[in-house]
C-alpha cells in the first residue's frame, strides 16, 4: 500500500493575511468551516479545484499553500516514469 500526504500551510497563511478566520477563508472558497478545520489538520486532502481556490484566497502558488509528501520518494518517481 502506497502511503502518501500532503501538507499545508494554510494556518500560517491565514496568519499572515491579517489573522483571516477560518470561517472566512472557507466563506471565500465556498465550502463549510469544518472542511477548512479537516484540511489544516491534514484529515482531508482539497480536491484540485478547492486546492487552486485556497491558494488564490492567500495570492500565492498552489505549492506555497500545499506540499505533497511521498512516503518513499524513490519508488514514487520509478512508478512515474
Known sequence: MNSEHISNRIRRLRFEKGEMTQQQLADLVGVTRQTIIAIEQGKYA?????AFQIARAFG???ESVFQYEPENPASTHNSLL
Not at 482539497?46 to 478547492?50: E, G, R, T
Open 46 to 50: 482539497p480536491s484540485l479545484p478547492l
Open 60 to 62: 500565492v502558488p498552489l
